[in-house]
């Protein structure tokens, strides 16, 4: 009988053989990979029910190695062997979950098993929104066994003209249904999702000019000036979370989650402990440090971009940005690209595409690269001055 601790490495040292074998776990009783001739492993937790030898012998797949890692097999066997001793049958309980559950209850169970506790506020909530607004709609009354790849295919080819919202909905079903095979509600290897091609994204690109830089500016300026003595129709805090976004290149989430505490005014830097891509410096200039400094500071709120209930932050600016941006003729602009903007301005003084990934808070260099045009217009603009320059030469030596 082959024995070993079961881990990555030993999993990715077993070879096929001529036949069927196992190899079992020398610490948890039971636990062992079925390893087949075609290659293929297999996670199993072989037991017996209660009563002992006179038990039912059971040796239900806990998953595939491939879509289960060793770590995450080990857990739901300690799980089984927790439920064994109280006298439960893991695999008897496992088949009428695989019967009966709905994929409404599995949307719930991603969330909280999964979403609460590995996602960010920010996409937490926009997962939220994607199972209420568009799977629950479609697939919460099915049964998560019967869910095909057919009906799956039909659902998204109907969302073809917002190709954007289908292909994150389809990735977040994919994601419920692989953890939907992890838990045991569906056989190892059967997510339907699975070869079903997302639509063509066109990535969005809009950049202010100078001119329409101007007239935001200036439609900033009079609501400032219009709330004085009046009921605002724009809080001041939107007002000047709007002049940050377009000063710092930052992320709406990073604004609005800006505390007093992470900015340093001596140094002209914020560092924000938790970003998207982690922990980050938000480099300041001296007219976002102006902005800044004019915030009326809240006491007992740490944020600097207050809200209406007393120490919390604003929870979101489309409203004010649907007033603003109408009233500035700009009603095509989303606040997102005011980071573009950010980003276009920095391409057009010159600055190379990791001096533009580092102010905007970017991991990979791959994101970055969406801006490549931009730096290349300014070098071929450079280029075209210099070829003038030397032409110039040659007519005065002419």
């Known amino acids: 009988m082959d024995k070993t601790r079961i881990s990555r490495r030993a999993v990715d040292a077993m070879t096929p053989r001529d036949k069927r074998y ?22 199993v937790y072989k037991y017996r029910t209660s009563g002992g030898r006179a038990g039912v012998g059971r040796e239900p797949v806990i998953g595939v190695d491939g879509t289960v890692t060793p ?8 799980h089984w062997a927790a439920k064994i001793a109280l006298g439960e049958d893991p695999a008897a309980d496992r088949q009428t979950a695989r019967s009966s559950e709905r994929m409404s209850e599995l949307f719930e169970r991603y969330l909280r098993d999964h979403a609460e506790l590995h996602k960010k506020p920010t996409s937490l909530r926009n997962d939220r929104a994607t199972i209420e607004n568009m799977l629950r709609p479609a697939f919460g009354a099915t049964r998560v066994k019967d869910i095909t790849r057919g ?12 190709p954007y919202a289908a292909n994150r909905a389809l990735a977040l079903l994919s994601k419920a249904l692989n953890l939907a095979e992890v838990w045991g ?31 935001l500016f200036d439609v900033l300026d009079e609501a400032e000036i ?12 939107a007002i000047a979370a709007i002049r940050l976004l377009i000063l710092t290149g930052a992320r709406t989430s990073e604004i609005l989650g800006l505390q007093w505490d992470w900015v340093d005014f001596e140094s002209n830097v914020a560092v924000l402990p938790d970003s998207k891509t982690g922990r980050r410096t938000l480099y300041l200039s001296s007219e976002a440090m102006a902005v800044l400094t004019q915030i009326p500071r809240l006491e007992d709120n740490p944020f600097v971009i207050a809200g209406s209930k007393a120490g919390r932050a604003l929870v979101n600016l489309k409203r004010p940005w649907t007033i603003l941006r109408a009233t500035a003729g700009l009603q095509d602009v989303r606040l997102h690209d005011l980071r573009h903007s950010y980003a276009s301005v920095a391409a057009a003084a010159g600055m190379s595409l990791p001096q533009i990934g580092a102010l905007l808070g970017h991991n990979s260099p791959q994101t ?3 801006y490549a045009h931009l730096a290349d217009s300014v070098q071929h603009q450079s280029a075209a001055e210099i070829g003038a320059r030397i032409g110039r030469t040659r007519e005065v030596n002419s």
């Open 22 to 43: 196992y190899v079992w776990d020398t610490q948890l009783a039971g636990f062992g990979v079925k390893v087949l001739p075609s290659g293929r492993k297999t996670f």
């Open 185 to 215: 509600l569906r056989e190892p290897g059967s997510n339907p999702c699975r070869q079903i091609k997302k639509f063509k994204e066109e990535r969005r690109e809009r950049y202010l000019s100078e001119a329409e830089f101007g007239r």
């Open 71 to 78: 770590d995450q097999a080990r857990k739901v066997a300690q």
């Open 226 to 237: 219009g709330d004085q003595g009046a009921q605002p129709v724009v809080s001041p805090y």
């Open 151 to 162: 009906e799956i295919a039909k659902w998204h080819s109907k969302l073809r003209e917002t």
């Open 368 to 370: 970055t690269a969406r």
